[in-house]
C-alpha cells in the first residue's frame, strides 16, 4: 500500500508549483510563551544562492534577507530595522486576477525596512504609494509596540488581518502561502503546504504557547505531506547506503526552498536592538538556524554574509549537501530527493546529524541575546558571531568533509 501511495503522489506532484512560492505564519505576542509577537517565512524562490546584509535606508538602518545576484540589494525578502519593524512576504498569485506574477514584492520590503517604524507606517505607506503598487503579496508585519497583521496587498488595493484581534485570528496566530483569502480561488497556489502548515499549528497550539526556536527550527523541517498526510519518517531506509527516491515537490521544504526567517519581537517597553531574526541560510534540509540582531558595528556571522564571492558561506555549504540529496542525474531532478541522505534508520541523514550542530547554535544563541538584553552587552553578541563562525565550519568539516 505504502508503494502505491508513493507512486501516486510521485504523479501528482509532477505539476510543480511556481518558483517563487513561501510558506509564513505570524503570531501574536498573547500565544508566545515570552510574549514577544513574531513573523515566520520558510523562502521558496528560483534564486537558491542568498545572504544576510545590513543595509542603510533611507530614515533607518536595517538588517535584511538578499539574494545574491541583487548586488545593489534593491529587492530585500525579509528582515527587521533599528526602530522595531519587521517585514516577511509570500507571494499571493491570486489578488491580480490574471494579470500573474509581479516583481515589486522585493522592493516593497525595502522600502517598508527603510522607511516604516510602525505596523500604522507601514499601512500609510501601503495608502500613499503609487498605484498600480506591482504587488501581489502577503505582507507579514510586526512592530515595537506588538503589532502584528498580514496585508494581503495586489496592485491597488490591500486588505489588513489583525493578529491580535480574536474576531480575526482566535488562537493568536495566521498562516499565509500562495494565495490571499480575499483573492479569486480559481488562482490559489500553495494549497497543500497551506494543508500542512495548518496541521503544524493546530498539533503546536495544543502543546501550549509558540516558542520562537522552536517554530524556526521545526516548521522548515517539517515532514508531513499536507494532503496525503504521508510522512517521510515512515519510508526512511536502514542506511544512507540504501537509495530510496521519494517525491518533495509539495512539502513545505523543497528543491526551491533557499533559506527561512523568524523574526521575533520584542516586550513593550524594551528596546529595539532586542529585535532578532532568526536565519536559516540556505536549505533547512542542510543548513542550521543562527540568529541574527542589529549591532552598531553592523558586523554580522561570517557563515551569513558575503563570503567574497557575494554568497553566504553557510549557503554555499549547503548547497553542496543539498546537491547530494537531490541526487537524480535526469528527469525531473528538483521534485524527488534520496531519502536516505536525508534520514534514515541508522541516524547519519544530514537533517539527522545537523540537529544537534543547530541545538548548540541555538542554545548559545539565546544565552547571548538575554545578555543584550539584561546588560545591552553587544561585546557578548559579537563574541558568539565569531563562535558561530569557528564552530559551524569546523562541524561541516568534520561532519561531511567540506
Known sequence: MKKLILLLLAIFCLNVQKMAACTSVIVSGKATTDGRPLIFKNRDTGTLENRMMVLQGERFRYVGLVNTNDTLAEHVWGGHNEAGFAIINTAAYNLNGDE???????????KALSLCASVEDFQTLLDTIAKPMHVNSNFGVLDAHGCCAYFETGHYKYVKFDVNDPTVAPDGYLMRTNFGTTGNHKLDQGVERFCAITDYMNEAVGTGKFDATRLITSIPRYSTHGLTKMKMEDFMPATESDVRMFPISDYITRYSTASAILVQGILPNERPENMVSWTIIGSPMTAVAVPVVLLPSGNLPQMLGDDGTGCARLNTLSLSLKNR????????TKAYIDLSKLMNRAQTGTVQLLQPVEQEVVKKGVENIEKLRKKRDFKAIETYYKWVDDYLAAQYRQLFGI
Request: proline share 0%; hydrophobic share 30%; net charge negative.
Open 325 to 332: 540529496i537531490f541526487s537524480l542525474q535526469s528527469g525531473n
Open 100 to 110: 500573474g506574477d509581479t516583481d515589486g514584492d522585493g522592493i516593497l520590503i525595502r
